[in-house]
T-cell receptor
């Protein structure tokens, strides 16, 4: 059974810092891995989706990498801003065709 | 990207009553819809998966007679929480996927409070 874990659970940083959020999964037989952002009391916003054949994806200040063999993905946020404050969730999709979500990282960027 | 809506965004009901939550795909046909629940400061847990015109497939531990799911059209799925109790209070999020793409799009969620 796939288990997805995110470290750290919470992170508080000053504005401008570069950040790395970690996601690990136990079953490397995944089709893709996706990163989401969730604001308090809101739904999910998809940030990046990495196919199993890809190593990384980039969108603006965000870069996500995938290493299937080690069961890890990282989300890199460059030059963090207060508006980046949210919970970040990673989710893997495997042969069950279901998204298995990680435990989340609550990020706070203060001015 | 594709848009998924949910209604209502929040609802308060008394214990023992039933509540219906709607999930709509606004600009695409959703062949598959997913229902999740999320407790405070926890991640999303899949409750059930439904394909248009078919019965929903429930995850282990989810009571199908309590959480009724209907996916009668390609743009609408409903979740009915029957005989709600305070422990059913949670954030319910739906997600939809179309036939031509595998990415899921999520609704804004519905906050259910049972008093």
């Amino acid at each position: 059974k796939q288990e997805v874990t995110q470290i750290p659970a919470a992170l508080s940083v000053p504005e401008g810092e570069n950040l790395v959020l970690n996601c690990s999964f136990t079953d490397s037989a995944i089709y893709n891995l996706q990163w989401f952002r969730q604001d308090p009391g809101k739904g999910l916003t998809s940030l990046l989706l990495i196919q199993s054949s890809q190593r990384e994806q980039t969108s603006g200040r965000l870069n996500a990498s995938l290493d299937k063999s080690s069961g890890r993905s990282t989300l890199y946020i460059a030059a963090s801003q207060p508006g980046d404050s949210a919970t970040y969730l990673c989710a893997s999709r495997g042969d069950t065709d279901k998204l298995i979500f990680g435990t989340g990282t609550r990020l706070q960027v203060f001015p | 990207g594709a848009v998924v809506s949910q209604h209502p965004s929040w609802v308060i009901c008394k214990s023992g009553t039933s509540v219906k939550i709607e999930c709509r795909s606004l600009d695409f046909q959703a062949t598959t819809m997913f229902w999740y629940r999320q407790f405070p400061k926890q991640s999303l847990m899949l409750m059930a998966t439904s394909n248009e015109g078919s019965k929903a497939t429930y995850e282990q531990g989810v009571e199908k007679d309590k959480f009724l799911i209907n996916h009668a059209s390609l743009t609408l799925s409903t979740l009915t929480v029957t005989s709600a109790h305070p422990e059913d209070s949670s954030f319910y999020i739906c997600s939809a996927r179309g036939l031509s793409f595998y990415e899921q799009y999520f609704g804004p969620g519905t906050r259910l409070t049972v008093t």
